[in-house]
């Protein structure tokens, strides 16, 4: 793959990135024409030394493979390996790929959304009058019972999600939904701010047809607004596994820092998504 096709595909889905997971081959002037053109507004490091030899060309192998910021973004060996354990799953039928069917709390429904990392996500649908709990966990992807390290790797194709229970009676989908779009920025794919990865994908699993169809006509009023794609996935909920103790509730216990949120139903205060 030539540093030219990487950059076109690289650029509008991060401002900063680090090569990581490519070789190609080319005299240093054009190494550096391509990285002018290519990646505009995106930060390069190369290797200085040359690790091989074509044709009278020098080849260059930028920064390592696995586990770079072009892996974290989609690309690379390690989405290699994630789809062939996909693969694999799917033919051992993997719990992780069947539906959700946990049951909501009583009187209510469930939504999920996954918009980012998890912490600052729960805590603004904490505060959504009619939401009666919320839980912080992983679903979309093909592991049976995955941690947080093992869906940080990148491997497991799961995605941060924040799952629901609402009285319908006193609280719509619809309203679920606004709050998902003014959270996130739902253009940028696998990534919110400087968090960088799959799991921070944006994405609306849904529990029924009515939730599907909602979701769909919110998205295409919320595209209509936006002078950018929107890359959220609208889906079906699968099979979700609540995240270790620790991340539920996250915020409102004081974070990083000890400093604990609000959780009012209606608190308008700024989110500090780390605490």
Known sequence: ??????????????????????????????????????????????????????????KFAPLGMDGGWLSKLGFGSSNNKAAAAR???????????????????????????????????????????????????YTQGHVH??????????????????????????CTYESLLDVFWARHDPTTLNRQGGDVGTQYRSGIYFYSPEQEQAAKESMAKHQ???????????????KWYRAEEYHQQYLAKGGRFGFRQSTEKGCNDPIRCYG
Not at 224 to 238: D, H, S
Request: glycine share 12%; charged share 15%.
């Open 224 to 238: 209509a607004k936006m002078n950018k794609k929107i890359v959220t996935e609208v889906l079906p909920a699968k």
């Open 1 to 58: 793959m030539s540093l030219q096709s990487v950059g076109a595909q690289v650029r509008g889905r991060a401002s900063s990135a680090c090569l990581s997971s490519l070789s190609f081959v080319g005299s240093k002037g054009e190494v550096a024409a391509c990285a002018a053109s290519a990646f505009v507004g995106v930060k390069i490091k190369l290797q200085s030394a040359p690790v091989g030899k074509s044709g009278g060309l020098v």
């Open 145 to 170: 019972n995955p941690s947080y390290s093992d869906v940080c790797d990148g491997n497991t194709g799961h995605s941060e999600v924040v799952r629901i229970h609402y009285d319908p009676n006193t």
């Open 87 to 137: 693969a694999s799953a799917e033919a051992s039928n993997s719990p992780a790929l069947g539906p959700d069917d946990d049951t909501p709390s009583t009187g209510c429904n469930f939504a999920g959304f996954g918009a980012g990392c998890f912490w600052g996500v729960e805590l603004a649908f904490q505060r959504v009058p009619g939401v009666v709990k919320t839980e912080v966990g």
